[in-house]
């Protein structure tokens, strides 16, 4: 038995011996190639990850830099909403001062001052009305029509014989509408219709 024993651990010794060449040796070789394999696939899977990352924090840099652009101008926009019909009403002042300097002009005859600076003043607010309809303020026409809450205030009724009840009989001021929504109601008297 004993000769067994040292049989069998010299075929041991043969057979670690033989390992270099066994199948198994093989596979620890191509464990070693599969792991370098693996390695590979990691380092460009990892630079993958960083070149998409850059371009994710690119991406997220150029949406937030867009989104300041945008409420700049937006910022811009509403502080400068009104630049256009002011530009348009510094015509009127124009036109304001001119009709003052025909009224302050030195004339023989005070009636014909008096002519000018009325010219002047109507031509002044045929051209404020122009810029205003430019802008879409329309002026309400409402004498002689049938009173309505949604554009005209009441300010008092009055009897007449020629605006029938509930119609407009005089304006003190004109009601004034921009696009689709009322500016200013209009302040008006109210017929109560005829005495009786």
């Given amino acids: 038995m004993v000769e067994n024993t040292k049989k069998n651990d010299v075929s041991r010794g043969q057979e670690a011996a033989e390992i270099p060449g066994d199948p198994g040796s093989v596979e620890m070789e191509g464990g070693i190639e599969r792991e370098e394999g693996l390695e590979q696939d990691y380092e460009a899977l990892k630079q993958e990850l960083d070149e998409t990352r850059d371009r994710l924090l690119r991406v997220a840099a150029d949406a937030e830099n ?20 002011l530009r348009e009403l510094l015509n009127t002042v124009d036109n304001l001062d001119r009709a003052l300097e025909q009224g302050r002009a030195e004339s023989s005859d ?47 009724m ?31 008297v109210v017929s109560s219709g005829p005495e009786s």
């Fill in 66 to 85: 867009f989104k300041k652009r945008i409420e700049r101008e937006k910022e811009k926009m509403l502080k400068y909403a009104g630049e256009d019909i």
């Fill in 110 to 156: 005070p009636a014909q001052q008096l002519q000018a600076l009325l010219e002047g003043v109507e031509l002044t607010r045929d051209g404020l009305l122009a810029t205003l309809q430019k802008f879409g303020v329309e002026p309400l026409d409402a004498v002689g029509k049938q009173f309505n809450p949604d554009e005209q205030d009441a300010l008092s």
């Fill in 158 to 188: 009055e009897a007449s014989d020629e605006v029938p009840a509930n119609h407009v009989l005089r304006e003190f001021a004109k009601g004034y509408r921009f696009k689709d929504r009322m500016l200013r109601h209009g302040k008006v």
